[in-house]
């Protein structure tokens, strides 16, 4: 082929992909390692969304630069809790080939208000090819008193955004947008090498069978897998996993855990699909209890560290997996066939370390309870030095990754710890938690847990809204409180946790009969179980007071579980809790308004209809020694 021909080969190939694009957005003026389809799928390609953000940032500033289809004004805030009241908010574009450009907060679904301290600084500004592009850069930390910039940090953002279809004719008079909406984004996420894969990289995916969704809100479905043969009899690493998502079903997939069993399984449980959770789960597989990937909505793909891997294939590895996938169904559709799974790469070059994972908070059972009309509740989940003293190895676990999890009434999650009383900085921590945005997290730097260290996974709850008493459970309007942590070496450390015998939180709420209250047995003539008489409890701000003050305070029921045995002689031990003093987290908000007191002296009357449930087989039995 003579030169010309190649020419116009190249040129009419690059003429075609172009075509293929569409209205592609201008290409970014510098290359950016993060970007986001503001208003599509996060696997969108370039080109198909209407509002793209990409981003960097260094240890002190972070640089945006936005492509949006218009050629009209162009909004983006960052939010507390997805709206308008409290975000902190830009807006500008190019009017007659002029930039302009302010920094501004929002008070309330009105135009938001030019700030006396201008921290957005732009850098660049042009229209092209239908789009506006905007290029500008703000401290991480804000300086503005009073929450007028909000702090960007490791959280979850809600990243709001908004355009217009003309440019203002005053700094005040911005028009009615065309588009708006919110996204859930983690900005300051350690950056991954996506195209750093093993070049021997292959490919398996664990997929739902046709699952047909009941008509019911929530529902749990576990499909089983025998370990696919390698072409290879030998050890291999799984470097990679990530969702694969029916398009019919994106939305409601909330989540999906992936648990290895152990040992030798009949082979006709290949294949076998079941509602978790109930009397159709066969007794062999109680013990396929260790989880080794995780996935919650809205997240993507996870990269292993260089060095380490997930060991499949080898002596001593899974023998079977089961995916266990949580459907959210509010609307209770009945026309969702479901065949979703996880998708995981794998090398035949084994890395460095091993990976496992440790499943820590709060116990999923009743035993959880967070009052309804509280702003601000919280569970403390305990994993106890008595454990990790006999299930931490010697030269303790390293932590690189981790996924937070509550279910709806979740605002915070931390994970802290503490070694010999003082406490390290915390394994995870989000203080803007999304209930529809659960990823797990690669750690800006490891962290190791020693023998004889101290978790707590705290959760904070906003119930403000919920006339009942809230339980945990695997229910979507039940709650949880846990976090899974992401380790190597491999050990057999697989589950650590606590819970607060109901026992103790019938004491602490006087208004409770408790001589009249039964805990382990049907209750007789005149008596109630303590879930009824939870259940029914006119709450008043004493009683959300007494329960909370018990948290750290009475002695824990806690478990330490290995992959397939407990760590104590018995499932559970009582113990005190471990710490006599620590400093709260939170921050004191100088600035905030006085709030009205959702207990005053006229009784809440609560009423619950909220199933029990359990994520663990000793949570069952537990449960079933202490239901009425």
Same mark, same amino acid.
């Given at each position: 082929?003579?030169?010309?021909?190649?020419?116009?080969?190249?040129?009419?190939?690059?003429?075609?992909?172009?075509?293929?694009?569409?209205?592609?957005?201008?290409?970014?003026?510098?290359?950016?390692?993060?970007?986001?389809?503001?208003?599509?799928?996060?696997?969108?390609?370039?080109?198909?969304?209407?509002?793209?953000?990409?981003?960097?940032?260094?240890?002190?500033?972070?640089?945006?630069?936005?492509?949006?289809?218009? !050629?009209?004004?162009?909004?983006?805030?960052?939010?507390?809790?997805?709206?308008?009241?409290?975000?902190?908010?830009?807006?500008?574009?190019?009017?007659?080939?002029?930039?302009?450009?302010?920094?501004?907060?929002?008070?309330?679904?009105?135009?938001?208000?030019?700030?006396?301290?201008?921290?957005?600084?732009?850098?660049?500004?042009?229209?092209?090819?239908?789009?506006?592009?905007?290029?500008?850069?703000?401290?991480?930390?804000?300086?503005?008193?009073?929450?007028?910039?909000?702090?960007?940090?490791?959280?979850?953002?809600?990243?709001?955004?908004?355009?217009?279809?003309?440019?203002?004719?005053?700094?005040?008079?911005?028009?009615?947008?065309?588009?708006?909406?919110?996204?859930?984004?983690?900005?300051? #996420?350690?950056?991954?090498?996506?195209?750093?894969?093993?070049?021997?990289?292959?490919?398996?995916?664990?997929?739902?069978?046709?699952?047909?969704?009941?008509?019911?809100?929530?529902?749990?479905?576990?499909?089983?897998?025998?370990?696919?043969?390698? @072409?290879?009899?030998?050890?291999?690493? !799984?470097?990679?996993?990530?969702?694969?998502?029916?398009?019919?079903?994106?939305?409601?997939?909330?989540?999906?855990?992936?648990?290895?069993?152990?040992?030798?399984?009949?082979?006709?449980?290949?294949?076998?699909?079941?509602?978790?959770?109930?009397?159709?789960?066969?007794?062999?597989?109680?013990?396929?209890?260790?989880?080794?990937?995780?996935?919650?909505?809205?997240?993507?793909?996870?990269?292993?560290?260089?060095?380490?891997?997930?060991?499949?294939?080898?002596?001593?590895?899974?023998?079977?997996?089961?995916?266990?996938?949580?459907?959210?169904?509010?609307?209770?559709?009945?026309?969702?066939?479901?065949?979703?799974?996880?998708?995981?790469?794998?090398?035949?070059?084994?890395? #460095?370390?091993?990976?496992?994972?440790?499943?820590?908070?709060?116990?999923?059972?009743?035993?959880?309870?967070?009052?309804?009309?509280?702003?601000?509740?919280?569970?403390?989940?305990?994993?106890?030095?008595?454990?990790?003293?006999?299930?931490?190895?010697?030269?303790?676990?390293?932590?690189?990754?981790?996924?937070?999890?509550?279910?709806?009434?979740?605002?915070?999650?931390?994970?802290?710890?503490?070694?010999?009383?003082?406490?390290?900085?915390?394994?995870?921590?989000?203080?803007?938690?999304?209930?529809?945005?659960?990823?797990?997290?690669?750690?800006?730097?490891?962290?190791?847990?020693?023998?004889?260290?101290?978790?707590?996974?705290?959760?904070?709850?906003?119930?403000?809204?919920?006339?009942?008493?809230?339980?945990?459970?695997?229910?979507?309007?039940?709650?949880?409180?846990?976090?899974?942590?992401?380790?190597?070496?491999?050990?057999?450390?697989?589950?650590?946790?606590?819970?607060?015998?109901?026992?103790?939180?019938?004491?602490?709420?006087?208004?409770?009969?408790?001589?009249?209250?039964?805990?382990?047995?049907?209750?007789?003539?005149?008596?109630?179980?303590?879930?009824?008489?939870?259940?029914?409890?006119?709450?008043? @701000?004493?009683?959300?007071?007494?329960?909370?003050?018990?948290?750290?305070?009475?002695?824990?029921?806690?478990?330490?579980?290995?992959?397939?045995?407990?760590?104590?002689?018995?499932?559970?031990?009582?113990? #005190?809790?471990?710490?006599?003093?620590?400093?709260?987290?939170?921050?004191?908000?100088?600035?905030?308004?006085?709030?009205?007191?959702?207990?005053?002296?006229?009784?809440?009357?609560?009423?619950?209809? !909220?199933?029990?449930?359990?994520?663990?087989?000793?949570?069952?039995?537990?449960?079933?020694?202490?239901?009425?």
């Amino acid at each position: 082929m003579d030169g010309a021909v190649l020419m116009w080969s190249v040129a009419f190939a690059l003429f075609a992909l172009w075509m293929q694009r569409g209205d592609a957005s201008p290409a970014p003026t510098e290359a950016y390692r993060q970007r986001v389809a503001l208003d599509g799928d996060d696997a969108a390609a370039e080109g198909s969304g209407s509002f793209w953000l990409h981003w960097k940032h260094d240890n002190e500033t972070i640089t945006f630069e936005v492509h949006v289809e218009t !050629v009209g004004w162009v909004g983006l805030g960052l939010s507390p809790n997805g709206g308008m009241r409290g975000a902190d908010v830009v807006i500008g574009g190019v009017a007659k080939g002029k930039a302009y450009f302010k920094d501004r907060h929002a008070t309330g679904n009105t135009m938001p208000l030019i700030d006396s301290q201008q921290d957005w600084t732009l850098l660049a500004a042009k229209e092209d090819s239908g789009f506006t592009v905007l290029k500008f850069r703000r401290p991480l930390l804000s300086t503005d008193h009073c929450s007028n910039d909000m702090s960007i940090t490791p959280a979850t953002m809600r990243v709001i955004w908004a355009y217009g279809a003309t440019d203002p004719e005053t700094e005040t008079s911005v028009e009615q947008h065309v588009k708006r909406g919110t996204k859930s984004v983690i900005l300051l #996420e350690p950056p991954v090498d996506r195209d750093s894969l093993p070049h021997d990289v292959q490919s398996f995916s664990l997929l739902n069978k046709a699952v047909r969704l009941p008509k019911q809100e929530t529902y749990y479905w576990c499909q089983m897998y025998k370990t696919p043969a390698l @072409k290879e009899k030998k050890k291999h690493h !799984v470097v990679k996993f990530g969702p694969l998502l029916q398009r019919t079903s994106r939305g409601i997939v909330h989540h999906m855990v992936v648990f290895a069993c152990y040992g030798q399984l009949a082979d006709a449980f290949h294949g076998m699909g079941y509602p978790c959770y109930t009397d159709q789960e066969p007794a062999e597989l109680a013990s396929c209890q260790h989880a080794v990937a995780t996935w919650g909505i809205g997240g993507g793909d996870f990269y292993f560290p260089d060095n380490v891997g997930f060991p499949i294939g080898g002596d001593g590895d899974p023998t079977f997996f089961r995916l266990e996938t949580h459907y959210n169904n509010p609307t209770l559709r009945e026309d969702i066939v479901d065949n979703s799974g996880i998708t995981f790469w794998y090398t035949g070059t084994p890395r #460095e370390m091993e990976a496992g994972i440790l499943g820590v908070g709060y116990e999923v059972s009743r035993m959880l309870i967070v009052p309804p009309k509280v702003d601000a509740y919280l569970i403390t989940g305990v994993c106890h030095p008595r454990c990790t003293e006999q299930a931490v190895p010697e030269h303790g676990i390293h932590v690189f990754a981790n996924m937070l999890h509550t279910h709806l009434l979740g605002r915070k999650v931390r994970v802290r710890q503490f070694r010999n009383g003082t406490e390290l900085d915390t394994l995870g921590r989000d203080e803007h938690f999304d209930f529809n945005y659960q990823q797990v997290r690669l750690a800006a730097a490891e962290s190791t847990i020693h023998q004889g260290d101290t978790l707590l996974v705290e959760c904070e709850y906003d119930s403000s809204e919920r006339e009942n008493v809230t339980f945990g459970g695997i229910d979507t309007k039940n709650e949880m409180c846990m976090a899974w942590l992401y380790y190597y070496p491999k050990s057999e450390f697989a589950s650590c946790g606590s819970a607060i015998h109901p026992i103790k939180s019938v004491r602490a709420l006087k208004a409770i009969d408790i001589d009249k209250t039964v805990f382990a047995r049907p209750p007789r003539n005149g008596e109630q179980s303590w879930f009824d008489a939870v259940s029914g409890l006119h709450w008043k @701000k004493e009683d959300v007071d007494a329960l909370q003050d018990i948290q750290t305070k009475v002695r824990i029921l806690n478990q330490c579980l290995g992959r397939t045995t407990s760590f104590y002689t018995n499932v559970w031990l009582e113990t #005190e809790f471990p710490l006599e003093s620590y400093a709260s987290l939170d921050q004191v908000d100088t600035c905030k308004d006085e709030e009205e007191d959702p207990f005053p002296n006229t009784d809440h009357g609560v009423n619950s209809g !909220v199933g029990v449930a359990s994520l663990s087989l000793s949570v069952m039995l537990l449960l079933l020694s202490l239901s009425s």
